[in-house]
């Protein structure tokens, strides 16, 4: 099989979703080739098979048939797309609420990354990555007055701090609730460290989840690439394509 002929015929195809009708009620046409055709015809048609739903195609024409290996191939990798659109959306509210752009000219693996380490920064902005522990946990239950207008500076450095790193349209975007400066003085010693603690809380969890969906939708994705190399699926020993040219050119 010429694969690189192949591919070109399905890319550059003007009718791909009748071409795909051909291939898939054609009987002559073995289940190995039909989903490399599959497999071609997802890489240069997404939107295509997006916009029409091929399982419905495939079982339409080929008599209800869900028991072959293109027809699986086909839900594998729908089950795999709704999966990366689902994640897709979840980034969304992320990509309006962090204006970096060189965060969004970054591939996929190094945001990943960067999200990691702004992740670190945040702990260590309030003392996480030391022994002792978060500084507003150890500020809970201090009633000693002495020293406290230290703490307070302490706390409202790391607050300044967080906010540098995410800027007003995270905290909007996600609800968490700002206080200025003459807001937070006002606070007794107790709420000043409380709110410390709602901020850590609310900007760490908020962060951690688009971690998990970043790796997730980036799991999905390198899925899809995996799915899409059809050196995988081909027997060497297989010189001969069931695909005839002529019931494809027809379409070209």
């Not at 009718?15 to 898939?24: E, G, I, N």
Request: with cysteine.
């Amino acid at each position: 099989m010429d694969l690189l002929k192949l591919e070109n015929i399905i890319m550059n195809s003007k009718t791909p979703l009748l071409l795909c009708v051909v291939v898939f009620k054609n009987i002559n046409i073995n289940e190995n080739n039909k989903c490399i055709f599959i497999k071609f015809f997802f890489k240069h048609h997404l939107n295509i098979a997006l916009e029409y739903n091929l399982i419905e195609l495939y079982i339409e024409l080929n008599n209800f048939n869900t028991t072959s290996s293109s027809f699986n191939l086909i839900f594998d990798i729908y089950s795999i797309l709704i999966k990366q659109i689902n994640y897709i959306e979840l980034i969304k509210k992320f990509k309006k609420s962090y204006l970096y752009r060189s965060f969004w000219n970054k591939n996929i693996d190094e945001q990943i990354i960067h999200l990691k380490k702004i992740y670190e920064q945040l702990l260590y902005i309030f003392d996480g990555s030391k022994t002792q522990g978060y500084l507003h946990i150890r500020l809970k239950g201090n009633i000693n007055t002495i020293g406290q207008n230290y703490h307070i500076e302490q706390m409202m450095e790391r607050l300044k701090k967080t906010f540098s790193l995410f800027k007003y349209a995270f905290f909007k975007e996600h609800n968490i609730y700002l206080l200025s400066n003459f807001q937070f003085i006002d606070l007794t010693f107790h709420n000043m460290v409380k709110y410390t603690e709602y901020i850590f809380d609310k900007v760490s969890s908020n962060l951690i989840k688009y971690i998990t969906y970043f790796e997730h939708y980036n799991y999905y994705r390198k899925e899809l690439i995996n799915i899409f190399d059809v050196s995988e699926s081909i027997n060497i020993e297989e010189t001969n394509s069931d695909i005839d040219d002529d019931d494809i050119s027809l379409f070209i």
